[in-house]
């Protein structure tokens, strides 16, 4: 385990906006206005939008989930290189035609302004600019956990080919690299965490071990684990072996 | 995540989790790990997958462990046997998890009085508002401070029981 090494190089963006298709460079990254892929049959529309630094007065439903953008260099999940982006992270937000919320217990929908605290550990920071990722399913869509994987799974192909440009960016070009060990100190106190999340069904579910750090493809979901405990390691957690989709 | 947006865990928190990143850095444990665990809906997995990762601590030899939880409500049975089971194996474990004045413990029993209380709000009540009430650095903190002298107390009390 001590020699696991992880690094995790950082790249700023200091500028989003919307373009004709994904670009990445100088610190500024370009995103399409429309997804490339054909929407599902349950999806109305997706609407996609790019919020400068405290420019959040603007209605938002349901927040699903805010994702960091992240791809894996060299290695499996929990080793090798990493590349992530900050400066930028996505909101995945939804709600039905009629403005049913897809989280219904407790949503966060409103102003965003007023329905999210910044630079918490979860949330993107007050410099950052947001990709505002909103999907409105038609009113006749069950909102079950098929429903709802459809959904985390449709932005997270959004957010693959920025990943894939990330992927082959100069790692020369980071402006940051953290180096990250599972460090032992034998003699000491053995210690664990022990992190209980949702596997209930529906909008409670979290993947496991997804391709990409934060991402989905291949990832396996607690609930078809049956929910049994799962042992990660430090540099597994760090770079993002768990993608939540509550 | 779960219910509750002020206290859900989004894919970023996990990311940069405070309570990894806190574990990690103390060079006075030896961290071994995080158990990732779920929520069944069926009462027998409930007692199950909790006497799982009980079993799987006391594999590893863990001398102390803090268990958090992500969201509130229902899971909170889920965490509370978890707890116990955790307990029950001679393992030192403190909790973390929302509490406020909204989700306090409907059944209390010996190990409630290590769980801390993650609330930020002035109200104590779910605020919706995205991360509000989130486990922060300063939760890991005080966390990983009370297990230690949890672990220190627990060692004490094991020792007077051999002694006589």
Known sequence: MPNETLKIKE????????GDSYQLKDHQLVIPKKPQEVLPADFQSVEIKVLPPNQLDVPTNAIM????????????????????????????????????????????????????????????????????FNVIVKSTSKMDRKSMTEIFAFADAYIQPIRKILKVTNGLEADYTHEYVNEVHPGKPKVA???????????????????????????????????????LTPNEYRDGAIRAMV | MGVGPSTKETTKHHFKDPLVRVFAQDPDIDFQGIIVVGTP??????????????????????????????GWGNSDVDFMNTMESIGSEGISVIGLKFIGTQATFVVTNEYTPYVLDINKSPSGKETTVLAENSLDERDANKALGFLKLKMRADQKSAELEENN
Not at chain 1, 11 to 18: E, T
Not at chain 1, 193 to 221: C, H, R, T
Not at chain 2, 42 to 69: C, E, H, Q
């Open chain 1, 11 to 18: 790249f700023i963006i200091d500028h989003v906006q919307i």
């Open chain 1, 65 to 132: 989930d805010v994702i960091p953008i992240s791809t894996k260099v060299l290695g499996n999940i929990g080793e090798g290189i990493t590349h992530t982006l900050t400066g930028t992270c996505v909101l995945l937000t939804g709600a039905d035609q009629q403005g049913r919320q897809i989280h219904d217990f407790g949503s966060s929908d409103g102003i965003l302004k007023d329905q999210i605290m910044l630079d918490r550990d979860g949330t993107p920071g007050t410099n950052d600019y947001i990709i505002m």
């Open chain 1, 193 to 231: 965490i022990v992190k209980q999340v949702s596997g209930q069904g529906a909008m409670y579910d979290n993947l496991l071990f997804a391709k990409e750090p934060s991402g989905m493809e291949d990832g396996i979901s607690i609930i078809d684990l049956n929910n049994f405990p799962v042992l």
């Open chain 2, 41 to 70: 809906q069926d009462n027998v997995l409930k007692n199950l997958v909790g006497k799982r990762v009980a079993k799987w601590l006391k594999a590893m030899r863990t001398d102390g462990a803090v268990i958090s939880a992500d």
